[in-house]
């Protein structure tokens, strides 16, 4: 089973910023959390990921609380283009770092607004 | 680069036939993955590779083989096609150990049995 919680779905208004919250309470020290989407049936997309820093890229930030036990994606101008599921992962390492396989839950159905 | 490239996007399949999913990819990743989504759910791991010449099974392999005799293709067999299989296949790849990148996705290959 999937080791982290979301929202089913949320509506964030066009070139507002949209924030998405992932609960994973039972998070290893060692396990970082990943972020994809994926557009109307098309493959997944990687966003972002991090460990306990926030991060930010071209796409979005990634705040961490500093008990590890929740995030929040951050997209800052959201536009129609936005509109997807998005998956928060936690990853679960392999018997060898190297082959970590990730658990994808159901996501939220993110639907920006004009 | 055409990153992962996966054939065919649709097939239909009767009960009991048998078909190859092709997926390649050019980045000299190491790391290859067939996944299955199906309608409103999370990707669900069937097979994974870390190198040529070495695949593992994942989440749900059963009714499934694969192969990985080259860096570059990871082919995915049905054998004996069950309804059950009717899903969405997709294939990914990464970079190997020590990186931290997402995985790549190919758009996908919708499979129906009937």
């Known amino acids: 089973d999937a080791k982290t919680t979301q929202p089913t779905s949320m509506d964030c208004a066009e070139g507002r910023a949209a924030n998405l919250p992932c609960n994973h309470s039972t998070i290893s020290g060692n396990e970082y959390v990943y972020w994809y989407r994926q557009i109307h049936s098309q493959g997944p997309q990687y966003i972002i990921h991090?460990?306990?820093?926030?991060e930010t890229n071209e796409m979005a930030s990634l705040i961490i609380t500093e008990d590890r036990k929740s995030s929040t994606l951050i997209l800052p101008h959201a536009t129609l283009r936005d509109t997807a599921v998005y998956y928060c992962i936690v990853r679960v390492a392999g018997p060898m770092d190297s082959n970590y396989q990730l658990i994808w839950g159901a996501g939220t159905k993110l639907i920006i607004k004009p | 680069n055409a990153g992962v490239t996966q054939t065919p996007k649709f097939r239909i399949l009767k009960i009991g036939q048998s078909m190859t999913l092709q997926c390649t990819q050019d980045m000299n990743h190491n790391y290859m993955y067939w996944y299955r989504q199906d309608p409103g759910m999370g990707l669900k791991l069937i097979y994974y590779s870390v190198g040529a010449g070495i695949t593992d099974k994942g989440e749900v392999p059963n009714g499934y083989n694969v192969s990985r005799s080259t860096t570059e293709d990871f082919p995915l067999r049905l054998e004996l096609a069950a309804p059950s299989q009717t899903s969405v296949y997709f294939c990914a790849s990464r970079p190997r150990q020590g990186t931290n990148y997402g995985y790549t996705f190919g758009s996908g290959t919708r499979l129906t049995v009937v």
């Open positions: 991090g460990l306990k820093n926030n």
